[in-house]
Nanobody, 121 residues
């Protein structure tokens, strides 16, 4: 059983950088398998948006629409991966999820509970 838990500030000011960490239990983010450790968000009243993913190798993949502002990194000693989103605006207000899957959102088999991030001055 894999567990994922998001952590980070719930309020970020416009133009600042949003930083969230996902702590993984019950499975290693460096195991050589076909799973990707993924960040997904859901703005209020909208659908889920795939933001980016981290492979076991450390390779990262990003949504084209967010690529210029998004970075995913990892701390293998803590079995954590981190999302950074720069230059945030109120449109980045959303519930942010970390999850594990093989590709698209539909393939995610384990999810964190989600964390609300509000961008506001």
């Amino acid at each position: 059983q894999v567990q994922l838990q998001e952590s980070g500030p719930g309020l970020v000011k416009p133009s600042q950088t949003l930083s969230l960490t996902c702590t993984v239990g019950g499975g290693s983010i460096t195991t050589n398998n076909y799973y990707y450790w993924t960040w997904i968000r859901q703005p209020p009243g909208k659908g889920l948006e795939w933001m980016g993913a981290l492979a076991y190798s450390g390779n990262t993949y990003y949504s084209p629409s967010l690529k210029s502002r998004t970075s995913i990194s990892r701390d293998t000693s803590k079995n954590q991966f981190t999302l950074q989103l720069t230059s945030v605006t109120p449109e980045d207000t959303a519930v942010y999820y970390c999850a594990r899957g093989t590709s698209t959102i539909a393939t995610m088999d384990y999810w964190g509970q989600g964390t609300q991030v509000t961008v506001s001055s």
